[in-house]
């Protein structure tokens, strides 16, 4: 039988935070060896808000460094950049067809953006889950482990594969989106009601992947809690809960251990335990990613295999897709 497949993928713009890391790429690396997996660089998605082209680059090659340094393993996961491979445009022009401006217009993260780039709403942003939808039809995924802000869009290309099979007949698989039990969506640690963004304003807001110690730690003290100082995951305490989802997933322990350790404690000692426990824990990812960043033949040829072996699933999927349509692909 064919294995199942896994796809997900990462924006290259901004700083990737830790909300990446626990949403994401934690699940990527834990279920790497149960899946034939896809992991992307998606930086065609990135140019859907304005990019400095020298930086788009960097960051481009940054992530890949990033997936490597938290586990990922090139020989068992295809890893490579997304514009390298070009079915992914022309699935997204066939799936343009299938898929309504309507629904385009009502997703949560187009309203967001639209709101937040009013100078510079492009049809690209509007488009941007169809684009996503190629990436994940393209390889005849079964799992998409995403973040809690990204379901909306696995949904999307579920409806879109699920319309698509109807009206061509069977040509894709089905995703479903994964979420993490715990950390699904980490919060700002400035407004607790928001999720941590990479592209916030507020650099206190968000820890990034690539932050220092003492600047981790200097984070967590301010993060924003309540007037109480019991450690306890309730509905009403978005800002220790989310500290408390951090701290669980960084120390694999249970939200209970948690309150029990922290019992009688105040917020002072939690949140500089918290600091403690993320700054060890990266500090050895950004040793690594450092140590393949300055191996740059190392990283390209990681990608370029890569894309070549994506290119080879993509082709057969878009070639099916070409004549089901009716496109000619000569006589
Ligand atoms: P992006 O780059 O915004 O985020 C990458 C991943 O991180 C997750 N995430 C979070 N999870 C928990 N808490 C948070 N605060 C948090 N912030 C971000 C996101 O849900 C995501 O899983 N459109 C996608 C990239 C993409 C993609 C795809 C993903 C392009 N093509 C195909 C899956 C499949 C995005 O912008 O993710």
């Known amino acids: 039988m064919e294995n199942k497949v896994m796809y997900s993928a990462v924006q290259p713009s901004g700083n990737l935070t830790i909300g990446n890391y626990v949403g994401a790429i934690s699940n990527w690396v834990r279920l790497q060896s149960e899946y034939d997996c896809y992991f992307a660089i998606a930086n065609m998605h990135s140019i859907t808000v304005r990019q400095e082209p020298a930086e788009l680059r960097r960051r481009t090659l940054e992530v890949a460094a990033l997936y490597l340094a938290c586990g990922i393993d090139p020989e068992k996961c295809t890893l490579y950049v997304q514009s390298q491979v070009p079915q992914h445009a022309e699935l997204a022009w066939v799936l343009n067809t299938v898929t309504y401006v309507g629904e385009m217009q009502r997703m949560t993260q187009f309203k967001d953006k639209s709101q937040k780039h009013a100078d510079n709403i492009n049809?690209?942003?509007?488009?941007?889950?169809?684009?996503?939808?190629?990436?994940?039809?393209?390889?005849?995924?079964?799992?998409?482990?995403?973040?809690?802000?990204?379901?909306?869009?696995?949904?999307?290309?579920?409806?879109v594969a699920i319309r698509f099979n109807n009206r061509y007949g069977e040509t894709f698989r089905v995703p479903e989106a994964l979420l993490g039990k715990t950390g699904a969506k980490i919060m700002s640690l400035q407004e607790p009601d928001k999720k941590m963004s990479k592209s916030d304003e507020n650099v206190n807001a968000s820890i990034y992947l690539?932050?220092?110690?003492?600047?981790?730690?200097?984070?967590?003290?301010?993060?924003?809690?309540d007037s109480e100082s019991e450690v306890r995951f309730a509905a009403e305490k978005k800002g220790v809960s989310n500290l408390i989802s951090i701290y669980s997933i960084f120390t694999k322990k249970s939200?209970?251990?948690?309150?029990?350790?922290?019992?009688?404690?105040?917020?002072?000692?939690?949140?500089?335990?918290?600091?403690?426990?993320?700054?060890?824990?990266?500090a050895p990812v950004q040793?690594?990613?450092k140590r393949l960043l300055a191996d740059k033949a190392y990283l390209n040829g990681v990608l370029a295999s890569g894309a070549e072996r994506a290119f080879k699933t993509a082709r057969r999927t878009l070639g099916k897709v070409y004549r089901k349509v009716g496109f000619y692909q000569g006589e």
């Not at 209970?256 to 917020?267: L, N, P, Q």
């Open 287 to 289: 040793a690594e990613q």
């Open 123 to 159: 049809m690209g942003l509007m488009d941007y889950p169809v684009l996503m939808a190629a990436d994940i039809l393209l390889y005849q995924t079964d799992l998409v482990p995403v973040g809690l802000d990204q379901k909306q869009h696995v949904e999307i290309a579920r409806d």
């Open 255 to 282: 939200v209970e251990e948690v309150e029990r350790e922290f019992a009688g404690k105040g917020y002072g000692d939690f949140k500089l335990a918290v600091g403690e426990a993320v700054a060890d824990a990266l």
């Open 210 to 225: 690539a932050d220092d110690k003492d600047t981790i730690i200097r984070k967590f003290k301010r993060a924003v809690t």
